[in-house]
């Protein structure tokens, strides 16, 4: 099978990593007051189901991280794209498939390796060591309880155990390398010039031609379906805590957590830097290493400040003999750190190898750790109770405003008036999100469900962040509609012009093509077109001043003919404009210029490419004996 992929010039598309949902059942419309089990899956591989909200959640956790990711960047439109939609659900389909797989093979994550891949997060560590109540506290922001959290690492480590055996037996060869090398480092000599953009044949439009171009292409001109709402929120920020706790209770909250309050050690050092440059060959390295172990023997308490100033690359402390001033465990990097602390007072370190180079340190003097007194933390403590308080008013209040909304569900009025809060209004939207709380994935999903959109419900809470929630019902849908012939006009007459001007583009082309293959001469030719001729030697795959689309056209067109003549093409443009092309010259890369690291990483690139292809022929050949239900109605 690998050598049939080697065979594949074309890449495979990497598979998206996808996080995974709890399983929710839902019940939509009148139905669900009748029938005991409404299907409400999207896909279903074998047994396993992939739910309405498992694949919604996943859309909304794509567009979260897009979102963030791209700023003013973002186009929430490509969200609500069928194709977009498919391939979100192939994925989790792969992934099911491989968890299938999986359980058959008898493959799974051990508790042991699932414990190792949380302690090694750096979100939950303290000190570089997993700590705990950091890992509640990290999930606790994040909306999730330690067992969901699990569950969905463990299914996203045993989703790649098929894939991650697969790569590690993955072989590449230099001969592949080479190939792929001459390929990749090919140079071509061209020449192209652009066709003027010519006139159509044709630039009368008639209104029955807008008419059929219209009917033909409806989907082009709608107005988006949208919906504007109604909501009632709570906001932690502005609830006021019922009580603030006294003095006395603080001093107790003090004392039942002293250990908080202590103040780590600190070390007051010294040290003398020998610079090793990055990429320093042995003999630079022994250099360092030998002035180093020179200095390290002739220093003493007495000294050390005059040889740093003398001897040490460290420009910020050398005119202070090497002073660093005080400091903590964790401040410096690991090796600096872990001699800094086995050292006594007043002894001088041998040379200890960071990334900057070898140090000497020298150890001036230790203060013990002290603890801060209740004065010092009074205002932490103060504002570490009032938020809790504020987070217990916070959560009874968002409570009760699920239970009244659930009990009283075609109305916000009733938990409006009994928490007295606002009935607010959002401006219309669309399936992609508005502004304000609109631009919120989670409200946008909700706003669009069955049971609020269809049912006229109100929706279950919605999790806008911290401490900050809402109910929200629609006000008023509109509809998707098509936009009138008349307002789209003038862009569809604009448009049958444009593909009459590409048409006729293509044909000059095509014709010239065939004329230049004859043997005319291109320089002649050019001319004859009032177009400039373009010659670009030894010209590469990605190129500045050639229009990508010539240099695509140019590595996709066969090699000169033995005689040397060239080969020609057509190359649509922008805009329906066309170039034509002349290969001259083909000449294999030059590998002797690249170096042993440079060959290393494109081996380890290679092997990740053909372990990917070979997975996803695992996950095609699983997937033809699997048996799959797609349910596009609930995409």
Do not use: C
């Amino acid at each position: 099978m690998l050598q049939s992929l080697r065979d594949k010039i074309h890449g495979w598309p990497a598979i998206i990593v996808l996080g995974i949902a709890v399983f929710a059942m839902s019940f939509f419309g009148i139905e669900g007051y009748f029938n005991s089990h409404v299907e409400t899956f999207v896909a279903k591989v074998g047994k396993r189901e992939i739910s309405q909200q498992q694949f919604q959640d996943t859309i909304n956790r794509i567009r979260q991280q897009q979102r963030a990711q791209l700023g003013d960047q973002f186009d929430a439109s490509v969200f609500d794209k069928p194709q977009f939609k498919q391939q979100v659900l192939d994925e989790l389909i792969n992934q099911q498939v491989l968890l299938q797989a999986n359980e058959d093979l008898g493959m799974r994550v051990s508790d042991q390796a699932l414990r190792d891949a949380i302690a090694s997060q750096p979100a939950f560590q303290v000190d570089g060591k997993f700590d705990q109540n950091m890992y509640r506290a990290q999930l606790a922001g994040a909306g999730m309880t330690p067992q969901a959290y699990q569950d969905g690492l463990r299914t996203q480590m045993e989703s790649s155990l098929l894939q991650d055996a697969i790569s590690s037996s993955t072989i590449v060869t230099p001969a592949d390398i080479d190939r792929y090398l001459d390929l990749k480092l090919q140079r071509r000599d061209i020449r192209y010039f652009v066709l003027p953009r010519p006139a159509p044949e044709d630039s009368q439009v008639t209104d029955a031609q807008v008419q059929d171009y219209y009917k033909a292409h409806q989907a082009d001109f709608m107005n988006p379906e949208q919906v504007s709402l109604k909501y009632i929120e709570v906001n932690g920020a502005d609830l006021k805590a019922d009580t603030q706790p006294t003095d006395e209770e603080l001093k107790k909250r003090y004392q039942s957590e002293l250990s908080r309050f202590g103040m780590p050690e600190e070390r007051e050092v010294s040290h003398i830097l020998i610079n090793v440059p990055k990429n320093a060959t042995p003999a630079q390295q022994k250099a360092a290493l030998e002035k180093a172990e020179k200095i390290a023997a002739e220093a003493t308490p007495a000294n050390f400040a005059k040889l740093a100033q003398q001897d040490s690359d460290d420009l910020g402390s050398k005119l202070q003999g090497g002073d660093l001033g005080w400091l903590q465990k964790g401040v410096t990097n690991p090796a600096f750190d872990a001699a800094m602390f086995a050292l006594q007072k007043g002894q001088i370190s041998k040379p200890v190898l960071s990334d900057e180079g070898y140090h000497i340190i020298y150890l001036r003097d230790i203060r013990s750790g002290q603890t801060k007194p209740f004065e010092q933390v009074r205002d932490q403590l103060l504002k570490e109770a009032t938020t809790g308080e504020r987070d217990r008013v916070y959560n009874e209040t968002a409570g009760k405003m699920t239970d009244l909304t659930s009990q009283n569900p075609g109305s916000l009025e009733p938990a409006a008036q009994a928490l007295k809060l606002e009935i607010k209004e959002t401006p219309l939207f669309g399936r992609q999100g508005g502004q304000g709380i609109a631009a919120n994935p989670k409200l946008v999903a909700a706003a669009f469900s069955n049971d609020v959109l269809v049912a006229g419900n109100n929706s279950p809470l919605i999790n806008l962040g911290k401490n900050d929630s809402v109910v929200v019902r629609v006000d008023r849908h509109v509809p998707a509609s098509v936009k009138p012939v008349a307002e789209v006009h003038d862009a569809i007459v604009q448009k049958i012009l444009d593909q009459r001007i590409a048409e006729a583009a293509s044909k000059k082309a095509d014709v010239l093509v065939q004329r230049l293959g004859k043997g005319e001469d291109i320089a002649a030719v050019a001319k004859a077109e009032h177009a400039d001729l373009q010659s670009v030697n030894q010209a590469q795959r990605v190129q500045q001043g050639v229009p990508q689309p010539v240099l695509t056209q140019a590595f996709k067109t066969p090699h000169p003919a033995a005689d040397g003549k060239p080969q020609y093409a057509s190359v649509a443009l922008d805009h329906g404009s066309y170039a034509i092309l002349a290969v001259d010259k083909v000449q294999g890369g030059d590998l002797s210029k690249l170096t042993a690291d440079d060959r290393q990483q494109l081996y380890r690139q290679m092997v990740q490419v053909y372990a990917a292809m070979e997975a996803q022929g695992l996950v095609d050949m699983l997937k033809s004996k699997a048996k799959i239900e797609v349910a596009k109605d609930r995409m």
